[in-house]
C-alpha cells in the first residue's frame, strides 16, 4: 500500500548518500590511474568527422532535454479557415 499523501518520508537513504557501487567505481578508476574522460576524449580526436557527428548526435540526449510536443491551442473541429481573395 503506498504512502498517503502528506505524510512524511520514512526510511531509506538520507539525502545526498553516495552509491556504494559508484564510489567503488571511480575508486578503482583511481587505482588504475584512469581518467574515463580523457580517454574518451583522445579516442574522440582520433575519429573521421562523419563518426565524430555520429558521436556527438548519440550524446545530445544525455546534455539536452528533449522538447516535449506542443498541442495546439485551437480546436481543429470547428477552426475554418478563411481565404481572402486578392
Known amino acids: 500500500m503506498a504512502r498517503p499523501i502528506g505524510h512524511p518520508k520514512s526510511g531509506g ?3 545526498g548518500t ?43 540526449p544525455y546534455f539536452f532535454p528533449k522538447k516535449k510536443p506542443v498541442e495546439s491551442p485551437v480546436d481543429e473541429e470547428t477552426y475554418e479557415l478563411e481565404f481572402v481573395d486578392e
Open 18 to 60: 553516495p552509491n556504494k557501487r559508484s564510489l567503488d567505481l571511480v575508486k578503482r578508476f583511481d587505482e588504475a590511474g584512469l581518467d574515463p574522460v580523457a580517454e574518451l576524449l583522445s579516442l574522440y580526436r582520433g575519429m573521421d568527422v562523419a563518426k565524430r557527428a555520429d558521436t556527438l548526435l548519440a550524446l545530445m
Open 13 to 15: 537513504r538520507i539525502k
